[in-house]
């Protein structure tokens, strides 16, 4: 069953905790010194926050499988969008080691689609939300998305 993902950038990590811990009743399940993940199961959503030096708000939104036939299944039907598709196979990204796919929807919000196989010790990050927005890019410069 898939899990709805979103990831918010904040400002200050330990009142974000706060709040979110209030708002969802119960402690992240993950926590970092930069990083927080909620598992909920009502609403089913991963919920992760971080203070990585990014502007405050949504930062990415995406979709969590189980098991690598729900992640072809989306990827399948990300192939056919009119939009550039990023791949990573066996990345690490926010603590955690996995295989995904990057897209941008029409408004620039950056998706992504993953299969994560395990801990990290490390935050990471490939850059993929840096790559697709260059490749989501107009090649004229102008700052028009086509």
């Not at 408004?107 to 992504?112: D, H, K, L, T």
């Amino acid at each position: 069953m898939k899990r709805f993902h979103v990831h918010v950038a904040v400002e200050d990590i330990d009142r974000s905790i706060e709040f979110y811990t209030t708002l969802f009743a119960t402690a992240p399940a993950v926590r970092k010194p930069d990083y927080a993940k909620w598992m909920l199961d009502d609403p089913r959503v991963n919920f992760a926050i971080s203070q990585r030096g990014a502007a405050a708000g949504v930062d990415h939104l995406g979709i969590q499988v189980e098991d690598a036939a729900e992640l072809a299944e989306v990827a399948g039907r990300l192939a056919h969008a009119p939009a550039p598709v990023l791949e990573e196979k066996a990345t690490t990204c926010c603590y955690a080691q996995s295989d995904k796919q990057w897209i941008a929807d029409p408004q620039g919000i950056a998706w992504e689609t993953f299969l994560t196989h395990g801990e990290s010790t490390i935050y990471g990050n490939a850059g993929a939300t840096e790559r697709l927005a260059k490749a989501a890019a107009p090649a004229c410069g102008c700052g028009v998305k086509a």
